[in-house]
């Protein structure tokens, strides 16, 4: 597979140089596979992810109550809930990524069991890989797809239940299609796509 366009993202290059054994030269860089660059990518994303949420979100809204988490956080002076704070910052990025074309891959966090409906999948690639994550704890679904012009390297990610505010949030939100998740369970998906030829 070739890049559309090189990929050279600071923070990914120097954890996929690690990864991969190379050096950090540009020329390794640009050669990075871009598996490689969604494994390295999703690293970063689930850290920072997972750290919030049990450091931040579970801790001071579930253990201690000095504040309390809300998808209306504005209005009632609360924590942003983590799942607005992945789609905050995958905004965030595909703006940047838009006066910056070397930047060109976007994420999204999706569900089977969508609270907010713009977070259900929409390709094919998207459905089956959230359906593989959830039946095969542990593995990742790796695909291409074409969309447009463009054909992507498409990268989907378990993304599961690593507090108890993750289960209760869902299973007691109004809009909830599921009740019934426990710590550990895969509750939807971090998607990545990369270009890879156009």
């Given at each position: 597979m070739k890049l559309a366009k090189p990929i050279l993202i600071a923070g990914a290059v120097l954890a996929t140089a690690g990864l991969s054994g190379c050096n950090d030269s540009k020329e390794?860089?640009?050669?990075i596979s871009p598996k490689t660059m969604a494994d390295a990518l999703h690293l970063v994303m689930d850290s920072d992810r997972a750290v919030?949420?049990?450091?931040?979100?579970n801790r001071l809204a579930a253990k201690e109550k000095v504040i309390k988490a809300s998808e209306h956080f504005e209005d009632e002076k609360a924590l942003v809930l983590p799942a607005q704070m992945f789609r905050f910052g995958a905004e965030m990025v595909?703006?940047?990524a838009e006066k910056n074309p070397d930047i060109n891959f976007?994420?999204?966090?999706?569900?089977?069991?969508?609270i907010n409906k713009q977070n259900a999948p929409k390709t094919e690639a998207e459905k089956t890989g959230l359906k593989y994550?959830?039946?095969?704890?542990?593995?990742n679904y790796y695909t291409e797809e074409k969309l447009g012009d463009t054909t992507y390297f498409?990268?989907?990610?378990?993304?599961t239940a690593v507090a108890p505010v993750c289960a209760s949030c869902h299973n007691e939100h109004k809009d909830t299609p599921r009740t019934d998740f426990k710590i550990g369970d895969v509750m939807g998906g971090v998607v990545i796509r990369i270009p890879i030829e156009s």
């Open positions: 390794e860089a640009a050669g919030y949420t049990k450091k931040i979100v595909a703006e940047k976007t994420y999204s966090l999706q569900s089977l069991w969508p994550v959830a039946d095969n704890p542990g593995q498409t990268a989907v990610y378990a993304d």
